[in-house]
């Protein structure tokens, strides 16, 4: 264990794989809930409490007990605290990637990717501690001034996913803190070491107490006192569809603010002018990049008949190149390319999304070991799973409608741009969506017509900038409010507009 720069030199190995609850400024809670390391089996990877209804309110009273000092502090003072706490992430990036890998599975170097990026998230919005907010406007009055502001919610809850346990953590925390809000986040069960990393960051960086807590837990549980409070003005979740519609339900009911980003089933259209190798190139860093896990990831390619053949071959030499494997193993020839997958449930609906497909009369180009049953994951085996293209499969097939959330990419044939198009339109979610082209006409009219909230033309659907508006459409998001970038900042705030007389 690593962590030694956040906890005492002569901290236990048990007490630095040890997160606690964070309520008004303490650590609490008995840590009998135990995280095993996907990639090595019998190992520990994080011991966390088991948070209660009782756990909650007590965070929401110390929220809201804080939560009018904080919104009277100078935003350029609020926001020198974000910055300084993105340092100390930077500062302390290694050890938190290390801890990042032994609960969530990625390679260490996504997972360093993923810490720089949640610095980089607090640094931004800290930075707009100094930016002006409102507007100043004419007036039909005479001798009259009308200005807009931007005022604070409240106390706001955030519920979290595994998937990018300090980056979406971050970006929900920055915007909600800078525009003057208190915090109760419940991350997601199996990551409870991440969002600690980020609360030490704040509480090191001199954040007020009770200003953001954390609440660890079941979802059941913890997230749904969460959102059933009156006290909590808004919450922005991101997970799995099923979960957010259940959430805005209740919100909806007291009429409170909701953001919900959810599932997705991101499609890539090939188009025969566009270079094979790097479609292909383009298409596996979006599908098989940190492991699938991601609700950006491609999960279904359309190619022209053009292109269809020697697009497949280079997708498959690029899937075998994605080697799976334990995380921390990234050095030397047989450097791992792909972390293990997150969890034995998350592996067995992997596996029988591809089994089925295969059952079904898809061929399965990539990852036949999936096919053997020595693949099944067991207590013992660590959970690693190959890269798997599969093709031959009907339009309406599961694996091409379904998220899987895993390295399992389903490439269908199309006749032409408009019926890739419309392929592409034809799902129930709407959250990325690609397009590999030399034609700028073509990319153009995709950019316009695609049913996404983020369109990449040549890039990977996967891999998003943080200075700009992230969201999707359909049953990906409540597409209300946008996260990331300026844009966040609105589901946080209230707008006011003030006339003003001499
Ligand atoms: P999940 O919905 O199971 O859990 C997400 C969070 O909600 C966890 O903290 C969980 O404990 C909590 N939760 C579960 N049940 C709850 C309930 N009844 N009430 C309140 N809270 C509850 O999702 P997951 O398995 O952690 O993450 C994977 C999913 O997240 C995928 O569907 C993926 O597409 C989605 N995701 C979406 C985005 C996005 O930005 N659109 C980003 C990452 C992940």
Redesign the pocket.
Known sequence: MTSTALLPENATDRELITARHLINGEWLGEAGTKRMNPARPGELAALSPSGTAADVDAAITAASAAQPGWATMPAPSRGAILITAGNLLIERQTAIAEDLVREEGKTLAEAKGEVKRASDVLRFFGSLGWAATGEVLPSGLPDTTITTRRESLGVVGL??????PIA?PAWKTAPALISGNAVVI?????TPLSATHLARALQDAGLPAGVFNVVH????V???A??RDPRIAGLS????????L??QEILNARRARVQL????KNGVLVLDDADARKAAKVVAAGAFGLTG????ATSRVYVTPGIRSAFLDALTEEAAAYTPGDGMDTDGPDAVRMGAVVSSQ?HAQNTAAVRSAVERGATLLSGSAILDETHDGDADRPLFFPAAVLTELPFDDAAVTE?I?GPVVAVLEVADYEAGLAAINDSRYG?TAGICTDSLARATDFAARAQAGVVKVNRPTAGLDLNVP???VKD??TNTFR?QGKSALDFFTWGKTVYTGV
Request: net charge negative; hydrophobic share 35%; aromatic share 10%.
């Open positions: 519920i979290t996913p595994w998937n990018f979406i419940k991350p997601a069960e199996l837990g079941k979802g059941r913890v997230g749904d969460l959102a979740f991101t997970g799995s569809t099923n979960v957010g259940g959430l980003e959810m599932g997705g896990q991601a609700c950006t998350q998220e959330f959250l992230f969201g999707g990906s998001s996260e």
